[in-house]
């Protein structure tokens, strides 16, 4: 072939790539692209394969419809007190309509940030620096709101506006560290007191229950010393009481044995005087007794004695003849149940538990809890006593 036909075919076959090209469109995912027709608007090419009229349509634009972040310089903002702050933000938006940010606003990112700077600067300029600090989620929704609304004829869709940072002045940075050192050190101040203040409360708390159970258990082992002292003056008086009264009724069964011995003998006037000669002796050994008279009377004496209380035997001498029927004898005292108390010697059950129970604390063999000790003088006391007492009473009259 000649090379004429040659250089046409590869013009023919040029010609059909370009009409390929000029005819098909491909559009990403998430893309969207806005096609012309001798300069004017035609549609909006959908993600996919979309076929356009070579050399008559065209594509003015693809727009990314995800959502996209722009992070905006530092924007120095006066507040209300007159203090110049430097502010970062960063905005969150998304295309909604691509035929509108194409055609409605010649750079939709440029608009967003001036936008969003002015906005800024209203917004700040109502508030101190202290709000400005303290009030980013405000501002935050404050700034959506704006960007939103003004945005929305745009084909934008606002999602989030968020303050980066805030950067006061450094002189102004240097007063809040200042103050909040300081803010710091007055807590800290304030806790310590309040800690040493809990403290000495609680000392003083421990102090006082100790002084408390101190001066409790001195009240009970003085009672308790005073109940055992009374008892033991108690018991003590009953053992002399019963003691005396022993000793009285021996002597009088003594007594008693010696006059029935003298009666049952049926002494003479000689053998009384022989016995009272027998006593001197004895009567004579005391420290006391240096002199003894023996006066001639008291031969004559017993003799009357003999007289009056005697008859006279076959040989004239006048003897005791005791009577044929004695009086009969009363049962001795001891008989009397009254006094078959006095040599009970047992103690008050409950007394000797409280002693044992006082003990025990000694011991520290149990918690030193006074409130279960029984109390002297109560009415249990008086009730287990009152027999003893009464006894008491009794002798004494």
Do not use: C
Not at 63 to 79: A, G, H, K, M, N
Not at 116 to 126: A, D, W
Not at 150 to 174: F, H, M, N, Y
Not at 311 to 324: K, M, N, Q, W
């Amino acid at each position: 072939m000649e090379p004429a036909v040659w250089i046409v075919l590869l013009v023919i076959v040029l010609l059909v790539a370009v009409l390929l090209a000029k005819t098909i469109l491909v559009v990403p995912q998430a893309t969207s692209a806005v096609i012309e027709r001798l300069g004017r608007f035609r549609t909006v090419a959908s993600p996919g394969l979309n076929m356009l009229f070579p050399f008559l349509d065209r594509v003015r634009a693809k727009i990314d419809l995800r959502e996209q972040v722009v992070s905006f310089p530092p924007q120095s903002v006066i507040t209300q007190d007159n203090l110049t702050v430097s502010i970062d933000t960063v905005v969150y938006f998304q295309v909604t309509e691509s035929r509108s940010a194409v055609y409605e606003i010649s750079n939709y990112i440029e608009g967003v940030e001036q936008l969003t700077t002015t906005t800024l600067r209203n917004v700040v300029g109502g508030m101190s620096l202290e709000e400005t600090l303290t009030s980013r989620d405000q501002i935050n929704s404050q700034l959506r709101g704006v960007l939103d609304s003004e945005t929305s004829r745009w084909g934008i869709r606002v999602a989030r506006v968020e303050l980066k940072a805030i950067d006061p002045p450094p002189s102004i940075q240097d007063s809040m560290e200042k103050q909040m050192r300081a803010d710091r050190e007055k807590r800290a101040m304030i806790l310590n007191a309040e800690g040493e203040r809990e403290s000495a409360i609680k000392t003083a708390e421990g102090q006082k229950q100790s002084q408390i159970l101190a001066a409790e258990g001195s009240k009970q082992a003085a009672i308790l010393n005073a109940e055992g002292e009374r008892q033991s003056n108690i018991l003590r008086s009953q053992g002399e009481r019963a003691s005396k009264y022993l000793t009285a009724q021996g002597e009088a069964k003594a007594i008693e044995k010696t006059f029935a011995a003298v009666k049952r003998a049926k002494p003479t006037p000689e053998m009384l005087a022989y016995q009272y000669l027998q006593t001197l002796p004895e009567m004579a050994q005391g420290d006391a007794n240096k002199v003894w008279v023996v006066p001639s009377e008291f031969s004559k004496s017993l003799e009357g004695f003999a007289r009056m209380l005697g008859t006279p035997d076959e040989e004239g001498v006048f003897r005791y003849e005791p009577p044929e029927q004695e009086m009969p004898h009363e049962p001795p005292e001891q008989d009397d149940p009254s006094v078959a108390n006095w040599f009970d010697m047992s103690s008050n059950p409950e007394v000797a538990e409280a002693v044992r129970a006082a003990e025990a604390v000694a011991r520290k063999e149990v918690p030193t809890d006074l409130s279960s000790t029984p109390r002297a003088g109560g009415p249990g006391d008086r009730q287990a006593l009152g027999g003893r007492s009464g006894d008491a009473d009794q002798t004494g009259g």
